[in-house]
């Protein structure tokens, strides 16, 4: 039921957001354009001319792939509203992904720039190639990714090493309640050429303080899936041939069982949440996978959204909302979103929603060539 999907690469935003903090524009968050200063004009923003999906080529030498056409689209209170489709080819040893991103925001799409992505996997060589199409540049880097280079220290004496103290946290919370849910509803539709019956998730969980007080946090995820049958079935016997292989590579351990539908950015999102779940919890791992054996079928669309209310804590914005029950994009994008009060959520509004759907699902002959750098692409170091 995996889903080979990256999804959009959140550190463009980051990157455009502090570019806009940095300038003192208000409001980046906006459906539209930020007000100008006063007694100035905003200067016209030129034409976006929108990124494109490559060709996926056919030429001899060639070899049955997994190809797989998908959108997405990443939003809510602490994020800006994006959108974007991927392309990925897939063999049980190698691994392209291609993907476009927008934004509905005007200033954002100002300061994105180039948004089309591409990495290649290779788990016969052991790397991975990461293009950057603007420049037609690409770096390579082991599965592992590429070691980060020393940072100069300051010439200081040197002192005698202590053993790290376990810091307390300054409101400690408790999980009382920690459930979830598969739902069979019935539902049935088709998803393009695809019939597909609907699966619901419903995951609560509450954190008390010393005083009694309670967090919620509810993730729900509507899924449509479809039979593993014909070319369905033939893709999801590549793909998991290449997570298997990928995963004894870099010698990962096993996944989170939502990591079988979600994208590892949106999971990134997740992981203060998933944290205090206790995602180390063999007990409660298990559980979850055997609710989630309810599901049936191999996800064409889906919907995921993540809703967060209470009083535990009281006022301290870093307990309630960053340190203990808070999403780690808001730790992601910084000090850009204030106090944490923006991550608090739009009158009850997710604080992070994620949808995705299939739009094209094939095995066919993809060119070797394909899995290498793009022709006329130089190496950086």
């Known amino acids: 039921m995996n889903l080979p999907h990256s999804a959009a690469r959140l550190v463009p935003v980051a990157a455009a957001l502090a570019l806009a903090a940095c300038a003192n524009v208000p409001n980046p968050f906006g459906g539209g354009a930020a007000p100008a200063p006063a007694g100035s004009e905003a200067p016209a923003a030129a034409p976006a001319v929108p990124a494109t999906l490559p060709e996926v080529p056919t030429a001899a030498p060639a070899a049955r792939t997994a190809v797989l056409n998908s959108t997405y ?29 927008s934004f509905d925001n005007r200033l954002l799409r100002s300061f994105a720039g180039e948004t089309r992505s591409s ?6 060589r052991k790397l991975v190639w990461t293009q950057n199409v603007s420049k037609k540049t690409y770096t390579e880097c082991p599965l592992t990714g590429c070691p980060r280079p020393a940072q100069p220290q300051p010439d200081r004496p040197k002192q005698p090493e202590q053993p790290d103290k376990p810091s307390e946290p300054s409101c400690p919370l408790v999980l009382k309640k920690n459930e979830l849910k598969v739902l069979a509803t019935g539902e049935r539709k088709a998803i393009g050429a695809f019939n597909s019956e609907r699966f619901q998730l419903n995951w609560v969980m509450e954190l008390e303080d010393p005083q009694g007080r309670r967090n919620s946090n509810r993730v729900q995820l509507d899924l449509w899936t479809t039979p593993e049958v014909g070319a369905v079935k033939e893709v999801q016997a590549i793909t998991q041939a290449f997570q298997a292989r990928h995963a004894a590579a870099v010698s990962a351990s096993g996944e989170h069982p939502l990591g079988k539908y979600l994208p590892k950015e949106v999971m990134g999102s997740m992981g203060a949440l998933l944290r205090q779940m206790g995602g180390a919890n063999a007990k409660t791992t298990a559980a ?18 993540w809703t967060a209310d209470g009083t535990a804590c009281g006022d301290d914005a870093s307990a309630a909302r960053g340190n203990t029950s808070a999403p780690s994009v808001g730790s992601l994008l910084g000090g850009l979103l204030g106090d944490g009060k923006a991550a608090g959520g739009s009158a009850g509004g997710p604080l992070l929603r994620y949808t995705s759907e299939v739009k094209t699902l094939d095995v066919k002959a993809v060119s070797d060539g394909w899995f290498m750098p793009d022709a006329g692409f130089q190496r950086t170091p």
């Open 119 to 124: 990495d290649i996997t290779r788990l016969d």
């Open 288 to 305: 979850w996978g055997n609710e989630l054996k309810k599901v049936r079928g191999y996800p064409m669309a889906m919907t995921l959204a």
């Open 73 to 101: 689209a990443i939003d809510g209170a602490i994020m800006p509203v994006m959108r974007g489709q991927q392309l990925t080819e897939t063999r049980a040893d190698m691994r392209r992904n291609d993907s476009v991103l």
